[in-house]
């Protein structure tokens, strides 16, 4: 018995020394083959440390940029290898010149963007992927724009607040959990678009916009820039800046205390006057930087639902909220949030950046307040104008409401003969004492095609005429008048 004990260990010690030569050579040979896959793939490449230790590989043969993933329980042996991509701008660190590879070759990215390749074109989603987007402010109305940009296909994203998750804002933020309570809103962000998006390049910044930081958050010339901040004055010093630097941005106004989805408009800062912190913002900025308008904004028509709570201390008595601010300038007082409010406001906000850098032309309706009874009197000018010139209005082929369409969406309360691109808006209603529409063809009938807004003067002069004579006096008048007829029967379908 004894002697059997001893042959079924020499066996058992045979079987285990057996098993980890077995291993000991495959682990040689694993490493063997990735020093020559190390080999092959840096033949011809420029190597370049990122940030986290990583190594990015460029090709200079395949014009692709690779990441080797090393693995800190095997170090130096080559984990996965992957397509990165993509933005058309320099990665930190790289040699000048040296662009992201197409993010869109990669066939689970192309997956994952297929509706909006189908929707914009292979060719536009490409700019939208090789863009720079910079966000500022990444509470209710940040996090959902950053979101959707993201899940768009941007390339290149840079996160920025200084402000931590509370409790209390869950019930507005994109993606933050009970978990990410206490962590900065920046890095929340990063965390959890990483898992969305991986291949997109997020950079996270806990700071405070101010001017000491403009040229580090600003700098790299981003595609454009989202103002997210609800802080008046960090807000006017980024618009300033922006403008300043020739960069597109978008801000928006004030999302809290309204709850009327179907109000929210994107226009000029200078036609948001119903909102109380774009006429503050607007009157800084005219007053401290001398911009008058030329910056769009995301707002809402609707007037506040609530105003600011009263600040209570922890006495229970109401106290000054200036003595309990750990920033200067910012607001202690809480405004009640309708979580869906903000959340629409970063969407519009990510829809406009998303179409513009894509180049789709999209027309945002104008801010025009008139009711159905300024269009009635535009509309019953129009027919006794075509009694008094044509002897009947039996070719007036519009009603109330396409009067208001042309009125409203395809000359923004303008005379056609008015070349300034400043929006009527809320001034429109006196402009409409000096309108009237009249047949641009007049061998045509009155219909949304073929019916322009001008002044009295205007109108006159333009019945002595002929679309003809206005083609050879006036080829720029002409071209610009027939491109929005044009858009009036693409839309009508005529």
């Given amino acids: 018995m004894a002697e059997r004990s001893k042959q079924w260990l020499l066996v058992g010690t045979g079987?285990?020394?057996?098993?980890?030569?077995?291993?000991?050579?495959?682990?040689?040979?694993?490493?063997?083959?990735?020093?020559?896959?190390?080999?092959?793939?840096?033949?011809?490449?420029?190597?370049?440390?990122?940030?986290?230790?990583?190594?990015?590989?460029?090709?200079?043969?395949?014009?692709?940029?690779?990441?080797?993933?090393?693995?800190?329980?095997?170090?130096?042996?080559?984990?996965?290898?992957?397509?990165?991509?993509?933005?058309?701008?320099?990665?930190?660190?790289?040699?000048?010149?040296l662009v992201y590879s197409n993010l869109l070759k990669d066939e689970v990215v192309s997956e994952q963007l297929t509706r909006n390749i189908q929707f914009f074109g292979m060719e536009s989603q490409q700019k939208?992927?090789?863009?720079?987007?910079?966000?500022?402010?990444?509470?209710?109305?940040?996090?959902?724009?950053?979101?959707?940009?993201?899940?768009?296909?941007?390339?290149?994203?840079?996160?920025?607040?200084?402000?931590?998750?509370?409790?209390?804002?869950?019930?507005?933020?994109?993606?933050?959990?009970?978990?990410?309570?206490?962590?900065?809103?920046?890095?929340?962000?990063?965390?959890?678009?990483?898992?969305?998006?991986?291949?997109?390049?997020?950079?996270?910044?806990?700071?405070?916009?101010?001017?000491?930081?403009?040229?580090?958050?600003?700098?790299?010339?981003?595609?454009?820039?989202?103002?997210?901040?609800?802080?008046?004055?960090?807000?006017?010093?980024?618009?300033?800046?922006?403008?300043?630097?020739?960069?597109?941005?978008?801000?928006?106004?004030?999302?809290?205390?309204?709850?009327?989805?179907?109000?929210?408009?994107?226009?000029?800062?200078?036609?948001?006057?119903?909102?109380?912190?774009?006429?503050?913002?607007?009157?800084?900025?005219?007053?401290?930087?001398?911009?008058?308008?030329?910056?769009?904004?995301?707002?809402?028509?609707?007037?506040?639902?609530?105003?600011?709570?009263?600040?209570?201390?922890?006495?229970?008595?109401?106290?000054?909220?200036?003595?309990?601010?750990?920033?200067?300038?910012?607001r202690v007082r809480i405004i009640p949030v309708l979580g869906t409010i903000p959340a629409i406001f970063g969407q519009v906000m990510a829809s406009y950046v998303v179409t513009q850098l894509a180049g789709l032309c999209v027309q945002t309706e104008p801010v025009v307040n008139l009711d159905l009874d300024h269009y009635r009197i535009l509309h019953q000018r129009l027919l006794e104008h075509e009694e008094l010139t044509y002897g009947s209005a039996i070719q007036v082929l519009v009603d109330v409401e396409e009067v208001m369409y042309v009125v409203k969406e395809l000359w923004h309360g303008r005379s056609a003969r008015d070349h300034s691109k400043k929006d009527v808006g809320r001034k429109m209603w006196r402009s409409v004492n000096e309108l009237m529409l009249v047949r641009w063809d007049k061998s045509r009938p009155a219909t949304v095609n073929n019916l322009i807004p001008l002044k009295f003067t205007e109108a006159e002069a333009h019945e002595s005429t002929t679309v003809d004579r206005i083609k050879e006096e006036e080829p720029e008048f002409y071209t610009m008048v027939t491109s929005v007829l044009k858009r009036a029967e693409e839309e009508f379908a005529l």
């Fill in 128 to 330: 939208v992927t090789e863009s720079y987007v910079v966000v500022i402010g990444l509470g209710g109305v940040g996090s959902h724009a950053a979101s959707m940009l993201l899940r768009s296909g941007v390339g290149r994203l840079l996160l920025v607040d200084f402000d931590q998750v509370s409790l209390s804002s869950l019930n507005r933020h994109a993606v933050a959990m009970r978990d990410d309570v206490g962590i900065p809103k920046a890095l929340c962000l990063q965390k959890h678009f990483s898992a969305i998006f991986p291949e997109c390049r997020i950079e996270a910044r806990v700071q405070l916009y101010d001017a000491s930081s403009e040229e580090e958050i600003l700098s790299g010339q981003p595609d454009f820039v989202l103002d997210c901040i609800d802080n008046i004055d960090t807000k006017v010093a980024l618009l300033a800046a922006c403008v300043r630097r020739g960069l597109r941005v978008l801000s928006a106004m004030g999302a809290g205390a309204r709850a009327d989805p179907t109000r929210i408009r994107v226009a000029d800062l200078r036609e948001s006057s119903i909102d109380p912190l774009s006429r503050s913002v607007r009157h800084r900025l005219r007053k401290d930087y001398g911009i008058e308008g030329g910056i769009p904004v995301v707002f809402s028509l609707e007037k506040p639902k609530v105003k600011l709570l009263p600040f209570k201390g922890l006495t229970g008595q109401e106290e000054n909220p200036s003595d309990y601010q750990i920033v200067p300038g910012f």
């Fill in 15 to 97: 079987a285990l020394l057996g098993s980890l030569s077995t291993v000991a050579l495959i682990n040689l040979l694993s490493r063997w083959a990735g020093k020559r896959q190390v080999k092959r793939l840096l033949t011809g490449c420029s190597v370049i440390a990122d940030r986290s230790g990583g190594l990015s590989v460029w090709s200079h043969q395949k014009k692709t940029r690779n990441e080797i993933f090393l693995t800190r329980d095997s170090p130096g042996k080559l984990g996965k290898e992957k397509l990165f991509g993509s933005c058309g701008t320099r990665y930190n660190g790289a040699p000048d010149g």
